[in-house]
């Protein structure tokens, strides 16, 4: 839990900061949900390496901790949109780096 916990801080730090933007800061938490899927899929396969501070202490039952694990992410991923907050930005590359854009392919903005 505490490993799951230090994940959500450091992406938390990454949302702040001088040169951060609604893309980059959607494209931070989309990074983290796809991470947490494959956390619960090693989970499910009996693996702990994404989580260092459960190796350093060997003593807690491995079963325990899986099956801790997969609930704490099962119920992480009910409440996902609720706490955290993203927008498609597939179509706003071009805002990104204006240079990248497709001449050929209209934009159109709602005003």
């Not at 839990?1 to 801080?9: A, G, R, S």
């Not at 899927?37 to 807690?60: A, D, S």
């Not at 694990?69 to 949109?81: A, M, P, S, W």
Request: net charge neutral; proline share 2%.
């Amino acid at each position: 839990m505490i490993d799951i916990f230090e994940h959500l801080n450091e992406l938390n730090i990454t949302k702040q900061g001088k040169n951060e933007n609604i893309l980059t800061c959607s494209d931070n938490v989309k990074d983290f949900e796809q991470k947490t899927v494959l956390w619960k899929t090693e989970l499910r396969q009996g693996l702990l390496e994404m989580f260092p501070r459960r190796n350093q202490n060997k003593t807690i039952d491995k079963e325990f901790v899986l099956g801790l694990g997969q609930e704490h992410l099962t119920l992480l991923h009910k409440k996902y949109d609720h706490y955290l907050f993203t927008i498609d930005t597939e179509q706003s590359g071009w805002i990104r780096n204006p240079f990248l854009a497709n001449v050929n392919t209209r934009i159109i903005l709602a005003c």
